[in-house]
């Protein structure tokens, strides 16, 4: 992740190289700002699509972000939601896990997540993501708590071992 000025001088730099013709760049980004600025052309994606392709200079973010969307009334991506959601598809109960160096990075840390529901997890680099994401993976062993995936208890695995009844349950719930 770089800063926005971060991101300035490097795109800058790369900017300056292709037009003294020493080379081309494709750049995917959702970044409105870093488009404007630094593109030439753009090609809008959608569904796995190309709706639209046009002159940087052509557009505005709100038409961009209108072909990507698509226009109002267009078909949609997925209908309302109700507000209502399925069963439980994992459960986290009182997760704890240890750090490289041996010290907590999860302490307690309880999740369901159900049919329907999209989650994010978000932080400070450094407060337990990383490690929240290996155990769940089987790349970290847990030192506490239980983990369900379509309401089946996981076994505790060493770390590195992928467990076979986590991907056959993960298999199974979709």
């Known amino acids: 992740m770089l800063t926005p000025g971060e991101a300035d001088e490097v795109l800058g730099m790369l900017r300056e190289m292709v037009a003294r013709g020493e080379l081309t760049i494709l750049m995917i980004t959702h970044k409105f700002r870093e488009v404007m600025a630094f593109a030439d052309e753009v ?3 959608r569904r796995g ?3 639209a392709h046009g002159r940087v200079g052509d557009l505005t973010p ?3 972000a209108g072909m990507m969307i698509g226009a109002a009334g267009a078909d949609q991506v997925q209908p ?3 507000g209502e959601f399925g069963a439980p598809r994992l459960d986290i109960e009182r997760l704890s ?10 302490h307690d840390v309880s999740l369901t997540i159900r049919a329907g529901e999209i989650v994010g997890i978000a932080g400070v680099s450094g407060n337990g993501q990383r490690q929240l994401v290996e155990v ?3 790349q970290r062993e847990a030192s506490g708590g239980e983990i369900r995936i379509a309401r089946r208890a996981l076994p505790r695995h060493p770390r590195g071992d992928a467990p076979p009844q986590a991907v056959a349950a993960c298999r199974r719930s979709r």
Do not use: E, K, V, W
Not at 97 to 105: I, N, R, W
């Open 62 to 64: 709100d038409a961009m």
């Open 43 to 45: 090609t809008i994606l």
């Open 97 to 106: 896990a240890l750090d490289d160096a041996g010290q907590p990075a999860l």
């Open 49 to 51: 699509r190309s709706p």
């Open 136 to 138: 769940l993976a089987g």
């Open 80 to 82: 309302a939601r109700s």
